[in-house]
């Protein structure tokens, strides 16, 4: 168990690790047309469900300790942002016949410049189908989102467990773990929307030049998820001290 | 005997969500849900007037969560009334179910006539029977996603030992599971059956976006042929990943090798051969297809 | 045709909320009825957001809005009793998602620079109007932990949904307030069943039963009104047919 204190600023970090995951996280509303590279659904969409996942997985180590949840937290949801990039791209593949390929890239306006992909160090123009933005999602891609993914993971984590361990003297087990589940779903959902309002609804992940406003995104959060981390910590402490109105 | 409760429920569980993959493609795109519903909308708009059945929810998780977590939390109330046995569990899955599809079907056909009733500009009329049609297939395929999901959280939550809610666990299948269907299953509705009529082996370039076939095999294209097309391809992938996510994330916890560090062991190692396949895949395509002619 | 305000519809939806969460409070469960207008306002203010070039992120914004009233709600049903002082617990849940929902639309106008007029005020209003139907639920359906994510999600959807129903060029907000009113109703109607289900008892409660029947009344009132708006708005209406070929 931690003390409450500790548990406040744990939420702060999961809260701003939420927000910032969405920026890594690659996708696009417009990748259902194949018109744009991405995972194709809306980012904060996307990284609900992964995020949603690494909590689910958390829960079973809630047990353990506070590294297994975490950690579990963020392999979990990094696993289901990889078998959707996986399944998306072979749909890419096979039913629409599209090789994936970062738009941005090609076009000569990633963060690092070039064409290349720059892990596989692939060529990417030329690859995209004529009037797109690109499809599909690339290998530099891969793992910027599994990167997000793990941070988000970890993050949700992060904040269940803090809820949980706050909760936990007030009321029995089996609540505070439900309500420590609702309540990190409800600061992930809250924190994931503010950088889409930065994304536009479009990004490619840490090579898209949008990675360049995440201080607005990290402030943005920063501010949101302290204000709900001291509700909870006021709440949980008159909760626990006995002062039941 | 808990070791094997484990085992049947990931079998079970696996099995389970590969089913509710399958049928969630199905349903989201018997009722051009999620993304490629813009494409639907606007396809009036460029003179394609149309009889798709357009249930317009653009966010598919949250939609998904509602009919998952509905059906989920009368099961619970009524396994508080029935005893918490399997048969009852089955039989209070159902009813959850028939009533959360009831509410689907009140969204879906709100939005359908909302939506028309807005096209007014573009001269679109509104057709009942391609509104009534579709609407049970539609139904059905989204009392399938509703009762596959309940029963997945009843295993989870009872086999696999998560400790959260059967609710909670159905409201967080629900979100994922409609993530995972609006990013993988609806790529290929919305890239390949509305646009059949452009060329294989091309994203949709965003100045088409909008003609989409309103036509079929003969007469007008209708919603109740769309999940026959896609279900053999698009609705299969989706199903794999839904499965394949449940089924990888329980398996990974029979083992006991490494105390409380197993399964994240077993899942960095799964998510280190997933990377290799996907790697191998971008390979293939690209040496498969090659560059494109003009660019 | 002249808009309602957000202002005036806010007002009326705080005023209307409050009644209705002292007449649950104090037994009367038909009060329930006074929670619609929470349901139109926060509708209201979705669709004063959406309406600026969010597309598919008008899902994302109702479930936003519902997640900061309901998390707000959820946090303070842990220390302030929700039965034996429900003043006190509004006020709490209200002022909280008035800071959070306020907080974010500024930082959104202000750090993000998003380009959407009001949105501070959009937010706080969708935050604060969620969580007085959050409390209404939870005095309805009891502090079962287990029912919390059904009352957030089936929330978010009966906000989120009249917008997005109805997006189009021909749209207008009066039939997106009547869409709203009517799954306001639905939503009720269905916490009503829920109601019946969680109260444990052989033969249903009576204040259930009169939720059910007073929002299956209000479903058919509202269904009929906005049937008669689409049919003044729409181009055809037909029971069969082809669209007139052109290609």
Known sequence: MIDPVTATIMIIAGGVLVGVCVHFIPASATGAMAAATGIATGPSMLSAGAGLAGIYAAAYSIDSGLAPVIISGAVGSALMLLITILCGNIVLAFGIGTPPVSGQTASGKSTFGGTKDIITGFEQEGYRSPGTDGHGMPFQTVVSGTIGALMGGAGGALVFYAVYSMTLPAISTENAVALAGIVAAGVFLINSVLPAYVLVGKTEGMFDMKIRSMHRTFISCLVTSSIVACVIYAISWLAVSGVVA | MAAISLLLGTALAGFLAFLAGIFEDSESNAGSASNPNSQVQLAPQIGNRHRYFNKAISGEPPANALWATTAATIAYLLTAHFGGDAFSVLIASIIGAAASTLLLCAYGALSHISRIASMKNFEQTLYWDSLLTPLPLDAAYGFLTALILTLLAFAAHGLLGNPFSVPLIALFFGITIGAIGSSTGDIYYGAERLYQHYIFGSGIPISVQGDIDVKGEYGYRNSVDTPYFTMRFGGLVTGLAFGMLIFLDAWSRLFTFAGVWTGVIVVSVLVLIILIFIYLLEVYTRKRYGRYAED | ?247
């Open chain 3, 1 to 247: 045709m002249k808009e309602i305000q957000i202002h005036t519809l806010f007002g009326a939806a705080l005023l209307s909320g409050i009644a209705g969460i002292l007449l649950i409070g104090h037994g009367i469960s038909i009060g329930i009825v006074f929670l619609w207008l929470p349901f139109l306002s926060a509708a209201n203010s979705i669709r004063g957001m959406a309406m600026y070039g969010l597309g598919t992120g008008n899902a994302s914004i109702g479930y936003w809005g519902t997640a900061v009233g309901a998390t707000s709600a959820f946090v303070v049903s842990l220390s302030v009793s929700c039965r034996s002082t429900p003043l006190l617990y509004v006020a709490a849940v209200v002022a909280i998602s008035l800071v959070i929902g306020l907080a974010t639309g500024i930082l959104a106008d202000k750090v993000i620079r998003m380009r959407i007029p009001r949105i501070e005020l959009n937010s706080a209003v969708i935050a604060m109007s969620t969580a007085m139907i959050t409390a209404g639920s939870l005095l309805i359906l009891g502090s079962d932990y287990g029912l919390y994510p059904f009352i957030y999600i089936i929330i978010t959807l009966a906000v989120l949904h009249p917008y997005n129903a109805s997006t189009g060029a021909g749209e207008n907000q009066k039939r997106t307030l009547l869409l709203a009113l009517v799954e306001a109703c639905m939503t009720t109607l269905v916490i009503g069943i829920v109601a019946m289900l969680a109260s444990r008892s052989s033969i249903p409660v009576s204040g259930d039963v009169a939720i059910v029947a007073a929002s299956a009344c209000g479903l058919v009132i509202a269904v009929v009104a906005w049937y008669r708006l689409v049919k003044s708005d729409i181009y055809e209406i037909r029971w069969t047919g082809y669209p007139p070929a052109e290609h």
